[in-house]
């Protein structure tokens, strides 16, 4: 059965870092592009970043350039966010996603996560 | 590009038709649009990808139109379980985008 488990949320005090996980069971890992999305409190869904099957190309959401880095380790089968110089803006639920054709982050995501809690707070 | 959907709210009753509607600030290219469900404390979950392509599992009551930069989700008789927020996403262009949802809630 496909599984995306995410971990690592928190919560943090604004500036701070948190690094988020995703691990995945169930399908070949290394074959798929990986999004992940986030969800603020009460609010609609928003992309974050999305990475190749190999790493090698990397796309983020204008909200969060320069802050944020997504990376992988197909070797066990894991997604990761580190997120750098959090703002209260970025509390919200995240989640991991894969996408429903494996060669493309562009495109509808038909697995997900149950994702996890970043709360941004002083 | 933005996509807004409405209504924001849409209130009916279980057995009639809900029709959703999604528009976009610029045409979506080839159609890559999307509708999600998300029920309290859920993720999202696929529907219809493509504009009209119905995602694995999904029941034949949900279906999927449009074109450019209208789109619309049609539910044909609702179920009780149908009562939820609805999503559309576009993925043809450099940033993913989602709309801000339509609540479907039992009258």
């Known amino acids: 059965q496909v599984h995306l488990v995410e971990s690592g949320g928190g919560l943090v005090e604004p500036g701070g870092s948190l690094r988020l996980s995703c691990a995945a069971s169930g399908f070949t890992f290394s074959d798929y592009y990986m999004s992940w999305i986030r969800q603020a409190p009460g609010k609609g869904l928003e992309w974050v970043s999305y990475i190749s099957r190999g790493g090698h190309t990397i796309n983020y959401a204008d909200s969060v350039k320069g802050r944020f880095t997504i990376s992988r380790d197909n070797a066990k089968n894991s997604l990761y966010l580190q997120m750098n110089s959090l703002r209260a803006e970025d509390t919200a639920m995240y989640y991991c996603?894969?996408?429903?054709?494996?060669?493309?982050?562009?495109?509808?995501?038909?697995?997900w996560g149950q994702g996890t809690t970043v709360t941004v707070s002083s | 590009i933005v996509l807004t959907q409405s209504p924001g709210t849409l209130s009916l009753s279980p057995g009639e038709r809900a029709t959703l509607s999604c528009r976009a600030s610029?045409?979506?290219?080839?159609?890559?649009l999307a509708w999600y469900q998300q029920k309290p404390g859920q993720a999202p979950r696929l529907l219809i990808y493509?504009?009209?392509s119905r995602a694995t599992g999904i029941p034949d009551r949900f279906s999927g139109s449009g074109s450019g930069t209208d789109f619309t989700l049609t539910i044909s008789r609702l179920e009780p379980e149908d009562f939820a927020v609805y999503y559309c996403?576009?993925?043809?262009?450099?940033?993913?985008?989602f709309g801000q949802g339509t609540r479907l809630e039992i009258k």
């Open positions: 996403q576009q993925y043809g262009s450099s940033s993913i985008t």
């Open positions: 996603a894969r996408p429903v054709e494996m060669a493309t982050g562009h495109d509808a995501f038909d697995i």
């Open positions: 610029q045409s979506v290219s080839s159609s890559y």
């Open positions: 493509g504009a009209s």
